[in-house]
């Protein structure tokens, strides 16, 4: 297919996109991080020494040692054979903001793995819903910027709404400070939970990569990302994206305080038309139940591993009946009326057959509401970031499919 066909494909709206060849295979390349052969080396090495330390039994000090370096090496084995299957951390880089999440040695050990090219991460200080100065900082730290991207850090701390921090990684496309007429539509991509947080679409998700790739084969047009921070300053709650009785705000947060910070600081096209919410996993879910709700502000969902049900999560809203009917969208999708039309992507990896179900039930469910929604399926992946990253050309692909239906408002 020549690069014409290949764009009157992607441009038709409510489709799923076709991809160059080498897009999609570099987003599911595995990093060097992610390789199995390191948990194969290092499981190899833990049965090296345990043999080593049966053949020399009688040697007390061979087996003390012994017995530690087979402990360590097993665990070490252990820890990168759960990497190489979930694909959170590719590379260097990656381990290296890992590590400065924690205290003390690990702090030290991601300092000194930090190669230093990115600037440290902006007080959380910086600015308050309501200010009109900027609060951003290019190459903040976040994830590498692609050649010509910048990327910004917008703090946006929100007490009124629960929300004591927010680091919001704002991706830019090349030539957003030269061509200073142009506006671009909007991508938001929220984390999972728990322990999830706004570096990992920069990350794990390798969201400036996939912008750079798309950009250069000419299948999407220069668009913003926007990975936001709905930790609400606790990464270790599961807290789903939701207005938590007595607890954040974030629903809120994010469609009051986050979308229009960023339409103020930025060069957007500020119309649902041209805004789109994601996510994956945990942040799929709060993009699913924040689009339902918000359709006067999103026209465009693009939803990786999604689910529709809070299942384990209820226990946030604190047996508030009315919460929970109100945030599952199993429960009112099938009888939800729409106020605006919205356009729905859902990827899912094969290996993974719940995911599978439900995201054709939660199509079906649009469907039935007459609303577009494609579900896209990934061969071989399950329920890890490996599936979010391979399918984010996918999700990005579709979101501009749909920007490019919809002409700008001036």
């Keep these: 297919m020549d690069g014409h066909g290949l764009a009157s494909v992607i441009h038709?709206?409510?489709?799923?996109?076709?991809?160059?060849?080498?897009?999609?295979?570099?987003?599911?390349?595995?990093?060097?991080?992610?390789?199995?052969?390191?948990?194969?080396?290092?499981?190899?090495?833990?049965?090296?020494?345990?043999?080593?330390?049966?053949?020399?039994?009688?040697?007390?000090?061979?087996?003390?040692?012994?017995?530690?370096?087979?402990?360590?090496?097993?665990?070490?084995?252990?820890?990168?054979?759960?990497?190489?299957?979930?694909?959170?951390?590719?590379?260097?880089?990656?381990?290296?903001?890992?590590?400065?999440?924690?205290?003390?040695?690990?702090?030290?050990?991601?300092?000194?793995?930090?190669?230093?090219?990115?600037?440290?991460?902006?007080?959380?200080?910086?600015?308050?819903?309501?200010?009109?100065?900027?609060?951003?900082?290019?190459?903040?730290?976040?994830?590498?910027?692609?050649?010509?991207?910048?990327?910004?850090?917008?703090?946006?701390?929100?007490?009124?709404?629960?929300?004591?921090?927010?680091?919001?990684?704002?991706?830019?496309?090349?030539?957003?400070?030269?061509?200073?007429?142009?506006?671009?539509?909007?991508?938001?991509?929220?984390?999972?939970?728990?322990?999830?947080?706004?570096?990992?679409?920069?990350?794990?998700?390798?969201?400036?990569?996939?912008?750079?790739?798309?950009?250069?084969?000419?299948?999407?047009?220069?668009?913003?990302?926007?990975?936001?921070?709905?930790?609400?300053?606790?990464p270790s709650t599961d807290w789903e994206c939701l207005n938590v009785p007595g607890g954040p705000q974030l629903e809120t947060y994010l469609a009051s305080t986050v979308v229009p910070a960023v339409d103020h600081r930025y060069r957007t096209v500020a119309d649902r038309a041209h805004r789109a919410l994601g996510g994956m996993s945990g942040g799929g879910f709060g993009a699913l139940n924040i689009g339902l709700h918000h359709v006067d502000e999103f026209a465009t969902l693009v939803i990786a591993l999604p689910y529709d049900d809070l299942n384990d999560s209820i226990g946030i809203l604190n047996g508030n009946q009315a919460a929970i009917a109100a945030n599952t969208p199993r429960r009112y999708l099938p009888g939800m009326k729409f106020s605006a039309p919205i356009s729905v992507m859902l990827a899912v990896g094969t290996g993974a057959p719940t995911d599978v179900v439900t995201a054709r039930r939660i199509a079906d469910a649009l469907r039935a509401r007459g609303q577009e929604a494609v579900v896209h399926a990934e061969r071989g992946f399950n329920h890890t970031w490996h599936t979010a990253r391979a399918t984010l050309p996918y999700l990005l692909a579709f979101a501009d499919q749909n920007f490019r239906a919809s002409p700008a408002v001036s």
């Design 12 to 234: 038709r709206a409510g489709t799923d996109p076709v991809l160059p060849g080498d897009v999609t295979a570099r987003a599911r390349d595995l990093g060097p991080l992610e390789s199995p052969l390191i948990w194969l080396a290092l499981a190899s090495a833990a049965a090296a020494v345990l043999a080593v330390v049966v053949a020399l039994w009688y040697r007390r000090r061979v087996r003390r040692w012994g017995f530690t370096a087979f402990g360590v090496l097993l665990l070490l084995a252990a820890v990168t054979a759960l990497n190489s299957y979930v694909g959170y951390v590719r590379t260097s880089d990656d381990l290296a903001r890992l590590l400065q999440r924690g205290p003390g040695v690990a702090n030290l050990a991601g300092r000194l793995l930090d190669d230093g090219k990115e600037a440290p991460e902006p007080s959380s200080a910086d600015s308050s819903p309501g200010s009109s100065d900027s609060a951003s900082a290019p190459h903040a730290g976040a994830g590498r910027a692609a050649a010509g991207q910048r990327i910004d850090v917008v703090n946006l701390p929100d007490p009124a709404h629960g929300v004591p921090s927010g680091s919001n990684y704002v991706v830019l496309p090349p030539g957003y400070d030269t061509d200073t007429a142009r506006r671009y539509p909007v991508v938001y991509l929220i984390h999972g939970y728990p322990f999830g947080g706004p570096r990992d679409w920069l990350t794990s998700g390798d969201a400036p990569g996939t912008l750079s790739a798309l950009q250069q084969a000419n299948v999407i047009a220069p668009m913003i990302v926007v990975s936001v921070d709905l930790t609400a300053g606790n």
